[in-house]
């Protein structure tokens, strides 16, 4: 499994690293895992400093520190970021693609900016987004899948709930057994417009077109981040 983690802060950058170790570190797949930031030249002209690569990638190498899997950094400046996050998924020949977004950008629109673009740009590939709202550690997900349609977004969990050592919470219109899974998951009724506040649970895991459909109320829980996955065509 090799997962291309891209980001523009270097805190962002540590989180979805780590992020992408829970999701697949205890999947029992070959992982490998690729850092890359694209240095956007339009920063210095707008008055914000370079940072050199050792700050850029110094958490992320934190967050890497004993890990048992490939691990590698990739950095270069460039005035078109979009385009060097499409070249490296390419070249790199990435299995998922995981990316960093502020919660402002999501509360704009569904999904627009760069995000927007690279999931245009990049149909064929899985891109997962973490919508981040103030997400730290331990990571306490629940999964909302209200129906079938949702199927693909359980095998990127399975890694997640052997890495937490226990069942995810999942909110759900359709039956485990309607989804084909096996073992011992936390099924309950999907009721998306009176969800109940849950200050343990801090990411909710769930599939683009759900976000979609549901993206006003989503956004109207302000303790959540997302993490949303787009299947690849």
Sequence with gaps: MKVLVSFANPKMGAKLFGLARALFSGSGQNLSIIALHVVSVETESEGFP??????????????????????????????????????????????????????????????????GEVLRKLSALDVAVLADNGLNSPIEPVVLAPGLESAAIFPLLRGLSDFLGGPIPVFSGSKQEDFGLKGSMSFRPWLPFSLAPDTKKNLAVLDYETYKSFHSILLARKDLSYLILRKGR
């Design 50 to 115: 370079r940072l050199e690569e050792d700050e850029i990638f110094q958490a992320v190498r934190e967050e890497a520190a004993g890990c048992d899997f490939q691990f590698e950094t990739v950095g270069f400046p460039s005035d078109w970021v979009v385009p060097g996050i499409l070249e490296i998924a390419k070249s790199k020949d990435a299995d998922l693609l995981l990316l960093g977004a502020a919660r402002s950008l999501f509360s704009e629109g569904l999904l627009g900016g760069k995000v």
